[in-house]
């Protein structure tokens, strides 16, 4: 396998990967997107990095005297895989046999691979499942807190997990789109599972050359494409909430709420219309209430209502607005002003997410099931909510609620991750690290010496989608695709499918792991049940020798438009949804029953912890909102070309208003600091008139690089976020409510050393890998 032309899939985009004399020389974007994401061209330099794991590696500390201290400051040895599958073998042995399964935890969050074989973290919990179980987690840093309160309100999550109304039905129907979070074109170079079409910008320009009007609510103009001639309107962070009770007061005093639709289709408008009209409170949530918490006018406020109410109108909220401390209030007041619209199930009525979050909602899709690995049930039975990872691992033991239910933090004593970057995803990091301290083993499987791989014990070497063959595709997108292997595994890297077979088989549950198929045997599989249920939705899909040939195939569009609620619209009686009333409640007597201060059972207003109304605002007088960056997908390839070039002052680009960058003598291209009582960090400034005076913005993503004094040099966000969950209700995380304080840095600046490999030594007698000329790893 010298050079050739292979088929490849990221969740940014497909592409042909073009070989030459077995290095990836470059990557060419698939021929029917119409919007191909910038972040191919970083792809081979990554590959090829020098920052690839060659070998299996052992910390220090830990293989001299089992040391938990000394991650992320140890260097590492290099060892055999033997000796490293020995090692992981005894441990998990050990820690199953000492403190039982749910000791083990292995929830392993993260985006890992487009493909779906091959996804690591599926394969991961598969594996520890069909061993006897562990601790796993539930639950997202992307829509967690929608994922457990939509249930109660609509009775599903699929407006955040699926589809939401087709954008043909938007273009043909809807007059005004209000985008709460906007619609940022930088997010739409992402789709999870990976898109063979861009398609946001296309269809925002349909809609705007059909004459939509658009109303952007953002603390960011940024989020707004020029083309869309958007009306901008820019909240304070965090008070979206009051904004959408003053729109459905307005509507309630006006005597312009859909009362019919509100009467048939909905449960709890008087308990939500008593608190608009603060009967118990003494407090009506007017326009000028609202204005007072969100810092738009109360005019704006009660015209938006009134032009939303006088046209077909669809509200839709990005993802963002919910990772917030309570984060379910914006999204179930969003709920409730398009109930008092009326227009629910309408064509182009209604409520959406998402929209500004990510490429393909919207897209028509199609009723064929996406290629899914399964990884079976967790036999011990135990998960707790993704986005409390420290409190677990600082506090066993320690009782918590969750929906409804209060469970106990489990002990845990070895972390298994494979396929995310806890240090880029999790909240205060500094207390990460300091919890990080308590197992006695972490086993990390990675490409790159990322900041969770130098922070593990034993990291072993995963192989990149562009070492194995795969499947891949998203529901949100036309095409499936066979992803093919184009070059040989980098160094000493496996697959992570073959580092758990032979775990399982040193365990003895190999059979239970495979279910007696090798890695060809399962795409066969996975295709198989693509096939046929494709058959069973009326179209028909080549078998998987033609389609492996071939590259992708192209699903057939559906045949009409979704609406979503469309058939609950035209006979609740016959579609009811899956709420305890059959109905969109308004108010909930299930939440109501958890009794769950930090969560009422109607929407409210509840400010959050951190913003700018609050009092801590004077020491910390800025709110730091942390968006996906635009030029990575994640920590994905921080190190490659397109994000470092997007840097400023060797850091990560910190964006500012000119009257907060003149107050505190920052000009464009300075190194400043970003700090407050969690930690600090640094960053480069880009002075910005589009961001909301008080307002700063970074994107998350940078690679965690404390310095021996903590302050963090790469400029990582998430050492100054708020690591609290949302509500008790859905405890999900709450990055984006963060109050800071930026000041110049006058010190010499510190260099980034996230980008270099911790220190490697070779474990004596240890053969250097085998040479693999046709790029085959045993198997
Ligand atoms: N402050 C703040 N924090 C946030 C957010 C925010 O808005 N603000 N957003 C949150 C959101 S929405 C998300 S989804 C998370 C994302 O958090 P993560 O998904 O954890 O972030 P990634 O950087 O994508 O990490 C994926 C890791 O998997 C590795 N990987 C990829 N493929 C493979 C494979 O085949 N095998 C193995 N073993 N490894 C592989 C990659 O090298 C990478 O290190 O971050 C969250 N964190
Ligand atoms: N290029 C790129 N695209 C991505 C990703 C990536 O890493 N890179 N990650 C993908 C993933 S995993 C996910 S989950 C989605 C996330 O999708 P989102 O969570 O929607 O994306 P963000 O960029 O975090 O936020 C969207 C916008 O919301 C605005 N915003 C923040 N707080 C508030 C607020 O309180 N009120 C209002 N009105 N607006 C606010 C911000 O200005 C921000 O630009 O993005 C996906 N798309
Ligand atoms: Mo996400």
């Not at 603060?278 to 006018?297: E, S």
């Not at 008092?340 to 393909?360: C, E």
Request: aromatic share 8%; proline share 8%; with cysteine.
């Amino acid at each position: 396998m010298t050079s050739g032309r292979f088929q490849q899939l990221a969740h940014w985009g497909a592409y042909t990967a073009v070989v030459e004399n077995g290095r990836l020389a470059a990557c060419e974007p698939f021929a029917r997107d119409p919007a191909p994401s910038p972040m191919l061209a970083a792809i081979p330099a990554m590959v090829h990095s020098p920052l690839r794991v060659q070998r299996p590696a052992v910390r220090t500390g830990w293989l001299a005297r089992r040391a938990t201290g000394g991650r992320g400051a140890d260097g590492y040895v290099e060892v055999s895989w033997d000796r490293a599958l020995s090692l992981v073998a005894e441990e998990l042995a050990r820690v199953r046999a000492e403190r039982g399964p749910e000791a083990i935890f292995g929830g392993s969050y993260g985006w890992s691979s487009a493909g779906r074989f091959h996804h690591a973290r599926t394969q991961v919990r598969r594996f520890l499942f069909s061993g006897g179980g562990c601790t796993d987690a539930v639950g997202n840093y992307s829509w967690g807190a929608a994922q457990f309160l939509l249930p109660h309100v609509i009775g599903t999550h699929e407006p955040v997990s699926g589809r939401v109304t087709d954008w043909n039905s938007v273009i043909g129907s809807t007059r005004l789109v209000i985008a709460f979070g906007g619609l940022a074109l930088k997010n739409g170079q992402v789709t999870s599972g990976g898109a063979g079409a861009h398609t946001m910008e296309a269809w925002l320009r349909r809609a705007r050359a059909a004459g939509i009007a658009f109303v952007v609510i953002s603390p960011d103009r940024a989020d707004t494409p020029a083309f869309l001639e958007a009306q901008w309107l820019a909240p304070r962070p965090n008070t979206d909430t009051a904004l959408l009770l003053g729109m459905a007061h307005t509507l309630l005093a006006e005597g312009l709420h859909a009362r019919a639709f509100l009467d048939s289709h909905c449960s709890g408008f008087p308990t939500l219309a008593r608190y608009l009209a603060g009967t118990d409170d003494g407090r009506p949530k007017d326009a000028d209430w609202a204005a007072a918490i969100c810092g738009i006018d109360a005019a704006t406020i009660r015209a938006l209502a009134r032009q939303a109410a006088a046209t077909r109108t669809l509200l839709t909220m990005a993802w963002a607005l919910q990772r917030a401390h309570r984060g379910e209030q914006p999204y179930w007041a969003l709920v409730a002003l398009a109930a008092m619209l009326g227009q629910i199930g309408l064509p182009g009525g209604g409520f959406a997410f998402g929209h500004g979050s990510m490429n393909g909602v919207g897209n028509p899709r199609r009723d064929v099931p996406s290629p899914e690995f399964p990884s079976g049930p967790n036999p011990a039975g135990r998960a707790v909510p993704v986005a409390r990872l420290t409190d677990m691992l600082e506090r066993p033991g320690a009782a918590f609620d969750f929906n409804g239910r209060r469970d106990t933090y489990p002990d845990i004593d070895l972390v298994y991750w494979a396929g995310g970057n806890p240090f880029h995803h999790h909240q205060d990091l500094n207390r990460l690290v300091r919890a990080w301290d308590k197992p006695s083993t972490i086993v990390v499987h990675e490409s790159w010496w990322t900041p969770a791989a130098r922070r593990a014990d034993i990291v072993l070497p995963a192989t990149t989608p562009l070492e194995r063959d795969d499947i891949g595709g998203s529901s949100r997108d036309a095409y499936l695709f066979a992803m093919q292997r184009a070059i040989a595994p980098v160094g000493a890297a496996r697959d992570d499918v073959d580092i758990f077979r032979e775990l399982a088989a040193r365990a003895g549950h190999e059979d239970a792991f495979t279910a007696g198929r090798d890695t060809p045997g399962w795409l066969r599989e996975l295709w198989r049940r693509v096939v046929e249920g494709a058959g069973a939705a009326g179209a028909d899909l080549p078998d998987y020798d033609a389609f492996v040939a071939r590259g992708w195939v192209e699903l057939p569009a559906p045949a009409r438009d979704h609406v979503m609620f469309e058939a609950f619209r035209a006979d609740p009686a016959a579609h009811p949804l899956r709420t305890p009333s059959g109905r969109i409640e308004l108010a909930s007597a299930t939440i109501a029953a958890f009794g769950y201060a930090d969560c009422p059972p109607h929407p409210a207003w509840l400010a959050p912890a951190e913003w700018l109304g609050d009092a801590a605002a004077r020491a910390f007088p800025l709110h730091l909102v942390t968006v996906q960056p635009r030029d990575r997908l994640h920590s994905q390839m921080d190190p490659g070309p397109l994000s470092q070039a997007g840097k400023v002052a060797g850091r990560e680009r910190l964006r500012i208003h000119p009257d907060d960058a003149r107050a505190r003598g920052l000009a464009d291209g300075a190194l400043a600091r970003v700090f407050n009582r969690r930690g600090a960090c640094l960053a480069g400034v880009a002075v910005d008139a589009a961001v909301r005076p008080g307002v700063v913005v970074m994107a998350t993503g940078a690679w965690y690089d404390p310095g021996p004094d903590g302050l963090e040099r790469g400029g990582n966000p998430n050492v100054l976020s708020l690591d609290v969950g949302t509500s008790s209700l859905t405890q999900g995380p709450s990055a984006l409510s963060v109050l800071v304080e930026v000041e110049r840095w006058n010190g010499a600046a510190p260099a980034v050393e996230a980008y270099r490999p911790p220190p490697l030594a070779r474990e004596d007698a240890v053969p250097p890998p085998a040479r693999q000329d046709d790029g085959a790893p045993p198997r």
